[in-house]
């Protein structure tokens, strides 16, 4: 009996370390599901990042594109603004000692301002002599120096009813001499294609009337706007940028 206890101890011995195994086993397979899900965790959060990292690239190169447009919106504007500045001062030098004359700085550019006194007679188109010879020496002479410049001429009134000519009211009568501002400017050299004309009548008062049919010798006036024809305006460069 002795030697059937001694001879089952191997097998015995032999299931215990067969069950211990099989529960290795078992834990070491949890420990690999755990270990997988884990895996797959990370593996999501790390294509989330890299999603992350992608649009984030994506935002900075916008940035960096944004950057650039400032950049060369703030040079534009930089050289607009150095332009519109030395037009304005050689501008104020041309009209400096001449009399019924100056020179404005609006949003949309220069103008040089001419008071109907010095230009026509009353009621009447045609320029005087003077006026030629003021023409001659300012505008005409500015235009000349700068071949790539347009010239707007605007004709404006004050609102005194038309009675002794034959013009039919102030919007004729102010179209009528910016025409003949041009006609002369055009027979001075300066092409017909780098000018044009508006009739403005009264309705761009210097001076606001007592009313709106009162003598207001300071509303009668040509304006001539100096318009860049290269180079765009300030107003232009931003509209754009928008």
Known sequence: MILAVVAGLPLLFGCADTDKLRREKSLLENQLQVCDKERSRLSERCGLLEAQVGTLEAELKKSKAKERDLN???AKLQQAQQERESQLKELQALVR??????????????????????LFAAGKTELSDPARKTLDSTV??????????LARIDGHTDGVPIQHSNWQDNYHLG????????????????PA????IVGFGPNRPLVKPAKPTADTPKNRRVE???????????????????
């Not at 860049?228 to 460069?237: G, L």
């Open 72 to 74: 060369e919106l703030l």
């Open 97 to 118: 000692d001449m009399g019924g004359m100056s020179v404005e700085s609006r949003p949309e550019g220069d103008y040089i301002v001419i008071e109907n006194a010095i």
């Open 140 to 149: 005409i002479a500015y235009l000349k120096k700068h071949p790539d410049q």
């Open 175 to 190: 179209a009528m001499r910016a025409l003949s501002v041009m006609k002369y400017l055009a027979s001075k050299g300066i």
């Open 193 to 196: 294609e780098r000018m044009y």
């Open 224 to 242: 001539i706007l100096i318009v860049p024809k290269a180079h765009k305006s300030i107003e232009q460069i931003l509209d754009e940028f928008k």
